[in-house]
């Protein structure tokens, strides 16, 4: 099973800052196969990046992925209040789906 | 409007069983890949299982292998994920969600979610 360490755990910034989420494989991912999500308190997740930088349907261009191999990253160039959230990678190698423990961004 | 509909939780004893259900709708299901994955309160996501368009291909994560089983009904929209032997641990909302891509054999992430069921075990 592939295993997906996101660092750091929590991100406390201010809006108008500009964040960067990292997101580690314990071997090596195929960029088609890695994605990130966005969750708000109460609300199911939302695909931002397939591919690891393509962005999904209405994703703001203040957000972007990069990434291959084993390391992938996710940027936000200037934090908008709705971006405070928590954020997941995930990937899906072999059928086998595994999540990321995610990383709270978070006012600071 | 693509809608998941998630329904079939509840309250249930350790070692009982239980079926959750999901009603597709505005997309052609029978075209994509369907995954269930669950989170308990306060935690993350864990993938549970999925299953390809036309089920060739099913996989489920270590943690429940042996005890769930995903299967769909292309021709009433739903996706169903049979509980088995139910524990403590098992415990959490369940989303149901649709894959990116349609007629693959693979997976290539979740754009559609449901508002989830909730599945609580206690005696």
């Known amino acids: 099973e592939i295993v997906l360490t996101q660092s750091p755990g929590t991100l406390s910034l201010s809006p108008g800052e500009g964040a960067t989420l990292s997101c580690r494989a314990s071997?090596?991912?195929?960029?088609?196969?890695l994605a990130w999500y966005q969750q708000k308190p109460g609300q199911a997740p939302r695909l931002l990046f397939y591919?690891?930088?393509s962005r999904a349907t209405g994703i703001p261009d203040r957000f972007s992925g990069s990434g291959s191999g084993t390391e992938f990253t996710l940027t936000i160039s200037r934090l908008e209040p709705e971006d405070f959230a928590v954020y997941y990678c995930?990937?899906?190698?072999?059928?086998?789906?595994?999540f990321g423990g995610g990383t709270k961004v978070e006012i600071k | 409007e693509v809608q998941l509909v998630e329904s079939g939780g509840g309250l249930v004893q350790p070692g009982r069983s239980l079926r959750l259900s999901c009603a597709a709708s505005?997309?052609?299901?029978?075209?994509?890949?369907m995954h269930w994955v669950r989170q308990v309160p306060g935690k993350g996501l864990e993938w549970v299982s999925g299953?390809?368009?036309?089920?060739?291909?099913?996989a489920y994560a270590d943690s429940v292998k042996g005890r769930f089983t995903i299967s769909r009904d292309n021709a009433k929209n739903s996706l169903f994920l049979q509980i088995n032997s139910l524990r403590v641990d098992d415990t959490a909302l369940y989303y149901c969600?649709?894959?990116?891509?349609?007629?693959?054999?693979?997976?290539?992430?979740?754009?559609?979610w449901g508002q989830g069921t909730t599945v609580t075990v206690s005696s």
């Open positions: 969600a649709k894959d990116r891509l349609e007629q693959r054999d693979y997976f290539y992430g979740m754009d559609v």
């Open positions: 505005g997309f052609t299901f029978k075209d994509y890949a």
């Open positions: 299953i390809n368009w036309n089920s060739a291909n099913i």
């Open positions: 071997q090596s991912v195929s960029s088609s196969y």
């Open positions: 591919g690891a930088s």
């Open positions: 995930q990937q899906n190698g072999n059928l086998r789906l595994t």
